[in-house]
């Protein structure tokens, strides 16, 4: 995972200098809502990775010595039901009709979006390899 992650972080610093310097020369505030929602994504997508890397170790794909046989086995942990989903969805709509109706619906939308996309990126923490 680890040259995900690095990977991730690259792109994540990108966006990052991009909609700082986007942001400063352009009066666009589309643009710049745009590039900081693509820093957001990749940054949490680079911690997700991070995260899995320093809980797993280093995988037989990091390596270049290493075999397929190495990766047999169980990848991971997938839940079998989860509510975060839903609540991600609920929160996407509220935060899509808060774009529409006003800030204070797309400020509840983002209050209810963040736990609901953080929980379902993080819902394996306290799960036992």
């Not at 972080?9 to 009066?27: E, H, M, P």
């Not at 979006?113 to 306290?126: E, I, K, S």
Request: proline residues 5%.
């Amino acid at each position: 995972m680890k040259t995900e992650a690095w990977l991730f972080t690259g792109t994540a610093l990108f966006f990052g200098a991009t909609t700082a310097v986007y942001g400063w020369f352009s009066a666009e505030p589309a643009g710049t809502a745009a590039l900081g929602v693509s820093f957001l994504m990749a940054s949490l997508v680079a911690a997700f990775f991070w995260r899995q890397h320093r809980r797993g170790g280093e995988r037989p794909e990091d390596r270049s010595t290493g075999e397929v046989r190495e990766a047999a086995g169980r990848r991971g942990f997938f839940p079998a039901r989860s509510y975060f989903p839903v609540v991600a969805a609920a929160g996407s709509a509220l935060v899509g009709l808060g774009v529409v109706q006003g800030l204070w619906l797309c400020l509840i939308g983002c209050g209810v979006l963040l736990p609901g996309v953080l929980g379902f990126a993080f819902q394996d923490l306290d799960h036992p390899e």
